[in-house]
């Protein structure tokens, strides 16, 4: 199976390049980004070692990005202040406010703010 190069870049000409990705982990990430519902069953890994290479680099993609989500999360709220809309940092985090909160304790961040603030 041949791996796959992913190089993003921004305006002004800056990149990195990531190696060694799967194509079908590289093809998921890439419909995951352009907003595609549609998930496909890996379509280039057909033997079992690439079908748990594929599912090891996807695991660790999955993992890193859940911990990206809870610090973008707890971010969100210490730049909202006191008032921070947390309704809309749950919506805009795809969970019920229930796991919300559990992220947010786990940063420290006091469910009711209105004690924190005394």
Same mark, same amino acid.
């Given at each position: 199976?041949?791996?796959?190069?992913?190089?993003?870049?921004?305006?002004?000409?800056?990149?990195?390049?990531?190696t060694? @990705?799967? %194509?079908?982990?590289?093809?998921? @990430?890439l419909?995951g980004?352009?907003?595609?519902?549609?998930?496909q069953? %890996?379509q280039?890994?057909?033997t079992?070692?690439?079908?748990?290479e594929?599912?090891a680099?996807?695991?660790?993609?999955?993992?890193?990005?859940?911990?990206?989500?809870?610090?973008?999360?707890?971010?969100?709220?210490?730049?909202?202040g006191?008032?921070a809309d947390?309704?809309?940092?749950?919506?805009?985090?795809?969970?019920?406010?229930?796991r919300?909160?559990?992220?947010?304790? =786990?940063?420290?961040? %006091?469910?009711?703010r209105?004690?924190?603030? =005394?």
């Amino acid at each position: 199976m041949k791996k796959l190069r992913i190089t993003i870049g921004d305006p002004d000409g800056n990149t990195d390049t990531a190696t060694g @990705l799967t %194509p079908d982990l590289g093809n998921a @990430l890439l419909d995951g980004i352009r907003g595609d519902r549609h998930v496909q069953a %890996p379509q280039q890994a057909t033997t079992f070692n690439d079908l748990t290479e594929t599912l090891a680099q996807t695991s660790h993609l999955i993992q890193h990005l859940e911990n990206f989500r809870k610090e973008t999360i707890a971010a969100a709220d210490r730049a909202g202040g006191p008032h921070a809309d947390r309704k809309a940092i749950g919506i805009a985090a795809g969970m019920p406010r229930s796991r919300l909160y559990r992220i947010l304790d =786990e940063y420290g961040r %006091p469910r009711d703010r209105k004690q924190a603030s =005394e």
